[in-house]
């Protein structure tokens, strides 16, 4: 007689007890869209047209390769939990609004394809989806990726093409290194860069409008207020240390923070439920790891801009984290 062997567990939970907050997938994707509205309106008021379309081409072809890949798979259909579409929008906000629509297409076929359904659909992927799809074509497009435009409320003579704040700043630091007395207007100017009023992805504008919806999300319980707290905090830390340093204006930290995509992946990357840490320790050493990352890749990095590869990086080892930062059972830590 055969031994009886033991069904594999579908899915591995950590130790009880567990509670249930009432919310469905599908409510949960719709509040972060939901927190995504005033970074859009911000895009779309800056870049007009262009963002909408890029918009509009991300979360569509998300949709269409997220059924493709259920009929493929034989899977039910999981459009109508927003998953899909909350992909495709991310993603958009990680591209710049001269993204022609057949490359924003086929990031969001990047995204769903290998970020999600090669690792099972969603909640066995490991990356988080959108930034994988950002990472495949900024290596395979990359003049179409860096190919950036200023805002419609730039003079019209300058809003053709730019460089980034971060590649600003890099050249003049370059400057300084090199003993030259830079001036401070060679530097984007900190409001117009706080309010967005600068080149970059559509979701690296307009700081208010993404920490409003990042407070919505904390405020919502969505996402554990330590991710992108002591994320965007060690940032600071290093970048004023390096600023100090090196020489820098004190206002040098500011720019990291307000520039690139850190405050939209603090707050909505970042804080992935399926790609992040599971306990609120694990939670702080990925954030801070996050940060440090990201200051290395900012600082001392051929790449001016840090927070996608980071996160990926941090997402690769959470798993490790899980393992070795657990929670006691209930019950376990009490003295015999």
Known sequence: MEPIKEPTPLVLVTSSPHMH??????????????????????????FRMS??????TCVVSAIVFETICNKVM????????GSAALTGLLLAMCLPASMPPLFAAMGSMFAIVVGKAVFGGLGCNIFNPAHIGRAILLASFPQQMTNWVLPATAAASDAVSTATPLAVMRATEKIWQAGGAASAAKLPDLTNLFWGNVGGSLGETCVPALVLGGLYLIYKKLIDWRIPVFYLVTVAILTGVYGTVMGYPSTFPLYHLFAGGLMIGAFFMATDWVTSPITKKGKIIYAIGLGVLTSLIRLRGSYTEGVCYSILMMNMVTPMIDRFVRNVSFGGGLKK
């Open 21 to 46: 907050c009432g919310l469905t997938i599908g409510k949960s994707m719709r509040e972060v869209m939901l927190a995504l509205v005033p970074a859009i309106i911000a895009s779309v008021y800056y």
């Open 51 to 56: 963002a909408a379309i890029v918009m509009v």
């Open 74 to 81: 034989h899977k039910p259909n999981t459009v109508q939990d």
